[in-house]
């Protein structure tokens, strides 16, 4: 199954094309990671050390401190799919993270990334 195969897949190895999307646009690997965490509750240290441990997505996630409660206001399309019809938690949380970095590489406001 495709979920199945994205869960599995370590965060580490996606890391750096979520910094060279928001780099090219001329975003700071500062800001990449504090949307990520923003949505995970993770600390800027937690979050360089599950990098560094090369955790998969489902173990990133399911490890994640507190999921930002205003995530619920993250809404659109991810790869043709409304993030809000996603049924799957995990698959949502990934679409999410996946739209976080989309809005700041198209330059919009952190306070509106961050839903502030």
Request: glycine share 4%; net charge positive.
């Amino acid at each position: 199954m495709e979920s199945n195969r994205i869960f599995a897949m370590p965060f580490a190895s996606v890391y750096p094309l979520y910094l060279q999307k928001a780099e090219r646009k001329g975003r700071k690997k500062q800001e990449v990671d504090e949307v990520i965490c923003w949505l995970t509750g993770y600390s800027q240290q937690a979050l360089a050390e599950r990098i560094e441990q090369k955790n998969d997505f489902e173990t990133f996630f399911n490890e994640a401190p507190a999921l930002n409660p205003n995530a619920s206001q993250i809404t659109g399309t991810i790869c043709g799919v409304r993030i809000q019809e996603i049924q799957h938690p995990l698959m949502r949380n990934i679409r999410c993270l996946d739209k976080l970095v989309d809005e700041l590489a198209k330059g919009r406001p952190m306070e509106k990334v961050l839903r502030k």
